[in-house]
């Protein structure tokens, strides 16, 4: 079992930047992959980030450069690093550490970009 707390949310400017948070407790020593999600209104989650413990990262295509994903071993956390942000990132973003063939979620934390 594996218990995540995401933080780094808030309010930021168009072309503003925050950074997310994804704190893992537990058997952290069992995850193989944590991903960011993000969820708009009225829209479905989707993937935005992702890295391995191998440290295999992959982005969605709208991230288009201005996200970074990224780990602190000796912390439990990894990061996700939001450059340029634009209205459309609006959203509340989640963590998910995936061991094996089961999937942990974060409770989310909101990102809101204003014009």
């Known amino acids: 079992q594996v218990q995540l707390a995401e933080s780094g949310g808030g309010l930021a400017q168009a072309g503003g930047s925050l950074r997310l948070s994804c704190a893992a407790s537990?058997?952290?020593?069992?995850?193989?992959?944590t991903e960011w999600h993000r969820q708009a209104p009225g829209k479905e989650r989707e993937l935005v980030a992702s890295i391995t413990t191998g440290g295999r990262i992959g982005y969605a295509d709208f991230v288009e450069g201005r996200f970074t994903i990224s780990r602190d071993d000796a912390q439990n956390t990894v990061a996700l690093q939001m450059d340029s942000l634009k209205p459309e990132d609006t959203a509340v973003y989640y963590c998910?550490?995936?061991?094996?063939?089961?999937?942990?979620w974060g409770q989310g934390t909101q990102v809101t970009v204003s014009s």
């Open positions: 537990g058997s952290t020593f069992s995850i193989r992959r």
């Open positions: 998910k550490a995936v061991i094996y063939e089961y999937d942990y």
